[in-house]
Nanobody
Framework: VQLQASGGGPAQAGGSLRLSCAAS????????IAWFRQAPGKEREAVSD????????HYSDSVKGRFTISSDTAQNTAYLQMNNLSPEDTAVYYC????????????????????WGPGTLVTVSS
C-alpha cells in the first residue's frame, strides 16, 4: 500500500490550496481515507475523513466550513480542498487509510489508521 500526498506549498492567508492523495494497493471506495496535520511542536491532529463505502464525512471544528474532502474512485485519489486559509493551518499534512475491520473506529485517532503516506508541507503567511 502506498499513499502519496502532494499539493502543499506556500499560501497567503485567505487563499486556497488543494491537496491530493494518490493511493495504490488499496481502493478508496473500500477504506476510510483521512487527512491529518501536524504543526511544529504540536501533536498530529485529525482534519477530515471519508468513509469510502457509505460516504460519511467528518471534519474537525477548526476546518469545518473551510475544508472539503473528496475522492475520485476512478483515479483512486483523495483530495482536500482548503479555502480561506489562515496561518494556523500551517502544518505538514498527511493522508492515511483504515481498512474496515468490523471493530469500533474513532476517526480522529491516528492510531486507528494502518497506512500512512509521507506528508506535504503547507505554509500559510499572513
Amino acid at each position: 500500500v502506498q499513499l502519496q500526498a502532494s499539493g502543499g506549498g506556500p499560501a497567503q492567508a485567505g487563499g486556497s490550496l488543494r491537496l491530493s492523495c494518490a493511493a495504490s494497493g488499496l481502493r478508496l471506495d473500500n477504506v476510510i481515507i483521512a487527512w491529518f496535520r501536524q504543526a511544529p511542536g504540536k501533536e498530529r491532529e485529525a482534519v477530515s475523513d471519508m468513509n469510502g463505502i457509505n460516504g460519511r464525512i467528518h471534519y474537525s471544528d477548526s476546518v469545518k466550513g473551510r475544508f472539503t474532502i473528496s475522492s475520485d474512485t476512478a483515479q483512486n485519489t483523495a483530495y482536500l480542498q482548503m479555502n480561506n486559509l489562515s496561518p494556523e493551518d500551517t502544518a505538514v499534512y498527511y493522508c492515511a487509510a483504515h481498512s474496515f475491520s468490523g471493530e469500533p473506529f474513532d476517526w480522529g485517532m491516528a492510531r486507528e489508521y494502518e497506512h500512512w503516506g509521507p506528508g506535504t508541507l503547507v505554509t500559510v503567511s499572513s
